[in-house]
């Protein structure tokens, strides 16, 4: 696998197979000197065309905790700002000696661009409305964390602006394609105008689908989408779809909460929820980090670019054992700088 | 009086002069098929005209003559295709086209005459410009009109001079590349454009509130791509209004680019109840589905946007039974960096010219969808009477006619390369595929601009 620019095309084994090496990744984050040399002399290049917290950070850490050598690139210092065009800029960053770009672009599609303009991977660290890969993977790692190791049968309700959410139609693929059951629930403005093809079930009653889950997906509404005309005021949706108190008091105990952030909180989620102990959205961040550790790893040297071995399974296996194996090595380099 | 005749009020195009300068030109071997029918026949052109049309291959002098004799065996020789759709791009995007290059494409294409559409920068919306495109267009390899805007600078607002360009031979009225939207302004274009015979209101049918942000057809293909839709029904409604607007003012209307099923319907409707409306499809409508856009790549980036199955079904029924007038090309030419952006970013067309008469004889007359006399119809003679050139395009291949003709190989089957077309720009989404037929010879006013699939000038 060169390039990880979508989802729909991940067969279960292949997403198994990332949330294997993320598990092994995991423990390599919970170490004292979280360093692995496993992409040493490599360079991660994050190109950014979107204000971005967590994913920016999650993907630099991942790289650097692989310790490959990281390039920051953010769209308001560039010279996209002179007008450098989306493939100029890939190029250039590749002529500096990236072999990963990770691109955050508002415009659905923009990695598939970038990956036919540059020989390096290219990973989609979330590209308009069409996907976040990375985000499904974690969230699917998370979760199976929680009711794991098996997804299968698992009831997981997404809810809010699925039309505009890269995050909704990622999950939905992750989630469904390891066996879980679907819900997606919103006003139907902001469900897609057709779900032809989705393996999911829709529903404009948010009461009623709480009643019959195990996770709750909330995902952001954007404040702009109020005056586009779909739907009439902040208040009427989160009275209508918003995880609020009086709602959350209704769950049973043993029912998750999850958001891919940032929150509007008091709008699609109620603070005390967000903060609740039922709510998983700081450790999704948490195991962000690792399951990035598992794509750098498997795009850059899961294909046996850096080991003897060419196919990916005998890479996979080799993953664990060669971070444990070099971890002493690598602490001490770490602790010489 | 003389005054007035003397700068054309009756808007008539001038006669094409007698071209003596020009060799005698006999096509041999080939199969007419124009509107009267189908017959083995040489063809020899003298002065621009056809002066015989028969056995003329024993009686040939070739060397004493001076006579260019070109080889149409197999061929089909054909009334020269008329493209009522072209973006010429000329002036302000002269990067993208020229009008010089784009007649190039035209002729390898088999198009004889061309009609500019008015979205250059500056707009076509006034005598000054169309009469430079017209200017440039005598330059070119094969004739070339130009529409002109409805609105003054295409933004749907105040009407253009309408009368003014008529008089100097516009006859397609449009603001394409935008629908006219304000159904006041459409309604008075339609009740103006009546003082004018043989002028018709042209529109690019998208509701403009119904595809904003829209960037593909609006679909299961969009939805899972993350790409804003534009809806057929963005379509459809415009096509219905304004067939209730052409009603209402006595007006005529032409629907550029039909590419929804619903749409065709409503043509077929309305045509059935006597209104006075003419339609056409594009090459890419029956042929492309939105499907192609799965790869981001925005060389299937156009507008109306590629749609479904059963849209192209539906188009080629239309095609059929005379539901839809013409197939256009809607060539639309962008220069590479222009596409070379993201989906969402870039800019909407896709080049025609060259294709489409393969297209639709691979895609519509091989599989029996259509005849081939009907092929041609809906390429050379109908689009003709639509754009007001019947008196030198679309004619019948017989003495005394004009002679504009292409000579094309019905079974020549090629590969598309976006490298080796005439146009400027190389944005077709057909690069690699392969199409049957293959345009041999195009004669333009009793001038050989291609032979043997070479422009010659």
Not at chain 2, 231 to 254: K, N
Not at chain 2, 367 to 374: K, Q, Y
Request: charged content about 20%; overall charge negative; aromatic content about 4%.
């Amino acid at each position: 696998m060169k390039h990880l620019l979508g989802v729909e095309d991940l067969t279960r084994a292949d997403v198994e197979e990332f949330l294997e090496l993320a598990n092994s990744f995991l423990e390599v984050t919970q170490r004292d000197i979280a360093k692995v040399p496993a992409l040493r002399g490599r360079t991660v290049a994050t190109m950014f065309f979107e204000d971005s917290t967590r994913t920016k950070l999650s993907f630099e850490t991942a790289a650097k905790r692989l310790s490959a050598d990281t390039l920051s690139f953010s769209v308001s210092t560039s010279s996209v700002k002179k007008g450098e065009s989306l493939k100029d800029t890939a190029q250039t960053v590749e002529a500096m000696g990236a072999d990963a770009i990770v691109v955050r672009h508002s415009s659905s599609g923009a990695p598939h661009r970038v990956a036919g303009w540059v020989n390096a991977s290219v990973v989609n660290a979330g590209d308009g409305w069409h996907g976040h890969p990375t985000q499904a993977l974690l969230d699917a790692f998370t979760l199976r964390r929680h009711r794991g190791p098996s997804l299968d049968g698992l009831r997981v309700l997404i809810a809010g602006d699925v039309k505009h959410s890269r995050v909704a139609r990622s999950d939905v693929h992750v989630l469904t394609t390891l066996g879980a059951q679907v819900t997606v629930c919103g006003p139907p403005t902001l469900l897609p105008s057709t779900t032809e093809g989705w393996p999911v079930t829709i529903t404009h009653d948010l009461d009623d689908a709480l009643c019959d889950t195990d996770v709750v997906y909330l995902l952001r509404i954007q404040r702009e989408r109020q005056d586009a005309a779909l739907f009439p005021t902040l208040r009427e949706y989160t009275a209508r779809w918003g995880l609020t108190d009086e709602r959350a008091a209704r769950l049973k105990p043993d029912v998750l909460v999850m958001h891919p952030g940032p929150m509007n909180r008091g709008v699609e989620i109620s603070s005390a929820v967000a903060d609740s102990p039922r709510s998983l959205i700081l450790e999704q961040v948490s195991n962000g980090v690792a399951v990035r550790m598992g794509v750098l790893f498997k795009l850059l040297a899961g294909d046996g670019s850096t080991s003897s071995t060419s196919s990916t399974s005998g890479a996979t296996t080799a993953a664990p054992g060669a971070a444990g194996a070099t971890s002493s090595r690598t602490s001490g380099e770490g602790a010489s700088r | 009086m003389t005054v007035h005749s003397d700068t054309g009020s009756t808007g008539s195009r001038p006669a094409p002069a007698e071209r003596p300068e020009l060799p005698e030109i006999v096509l041999r071997g080939g199969r007419i098929v124009d509107q009267t029918g189908e017959r083995r026949a040489d063809v020899r052109i003298r002065n621009g005209v056809i002066a015989e049309v028969g056995d003329i291959g024993a009686s040939l002098e070739p060397e004493s003559a001076g006579a260019i004799v070109l080889d149409a065996s197999g061929c089909v020789v054909a009334p020269g295709l008329v493209d009522v759709h072209t973006h010429l791009r000329e002036p302000g995007m002269e990067e993208a086209e020229t009008i010089e290059s784009g007649s190039r494409a035209a002729v390898r294409g088999g198009f004889t005459a061309v009609v500019a559409m008015p979205n250059t920068d500056p707009a076509i919306d006034n005598v000054g410009t169309a009469r430079y495109v017209l200017e440039q267009g005598r330059r070119a390899v094969c004739d070339v009109h130009t529409a002109a805007a409805i609105t003054v600078g295409r933004r749907g607002e105040h009407l253009a001079p309408i009368g003014e360009l008529y008089d100097i031979g516009v006859r397609i009225f449009t603001d394409d590349g935008t629908c006219l939207g304000d159904s006041q302004v459409m309604r008075r274009a339609l009740e103006y454009a009546t003082a004018f015979p043989g002028a018709v209101i042209a529109q690019h049918a998208e509701d403009p509130a119904l595809v904003k942000g829209g960037h593909m057809h609006e679909g299961a293909w969009s939805a899972r791509l993350g790409i804003g839709g534009r809806p057929s029904e963005a379509e459809a409604l415009i096509v219905h209004r304004d067939i209730v607007l052409a009603r209402m003012t006595g007006g005529v209307v032409h629907f550029q680019h039909l590419s929804a099923a619903e749409s065709v319907d409503i043509v077929r409707a309305a045509k059935l109840a006597g209104r006075r409306v003419t339609a056409e499809a594009t090459p890419h409508h029956f042929t492309l589905t939105d499907e192609c856009c799965g790869s981001y790549d925005p060389v299937f980036k156009v507008n109306p946007p590629l749609r479904t199955a059963d849209d192209i079904a539906a188009i080629k029924q239309g095609l059929a039974d005379g539901t839809i007038d013409v197939i256009a090309t809607d060539h639309a030419p962008h220069p590479a960096e222009a596409k070379d952006r993201p989906f969402d970013e870039a800019p909407s067309g896709m080049l025609g010219l060259e294709t489409a008469l393969a297209l639709t004889l691979t895609e519509l007359v091989e599989p029996g969808v259509i005849t081939l006399e009907r092929a041609l119809a809906l390429l050379s003679w109908n689009p003709a009477r639509i754009a007001g050139l019947t008196e030198t395009h679309g004619q019948p291949v017989a003495v005394g006619r004009p002679a504009n003709l292409c000579v094309f190989d019905p079974s020549h089957v090629w590969e598309v390369d976006a490298l080796a077309l005439a146009s400027r720009a190389t944005n077709t989404p057909y690069h690699g595929r392969k199409l049957t037929g293959k345009v041999r010879h195009t004669i333009v006013l009793g001038e050989a601009v291609v032979i043997a699939g070479e422009v010659t000038r």
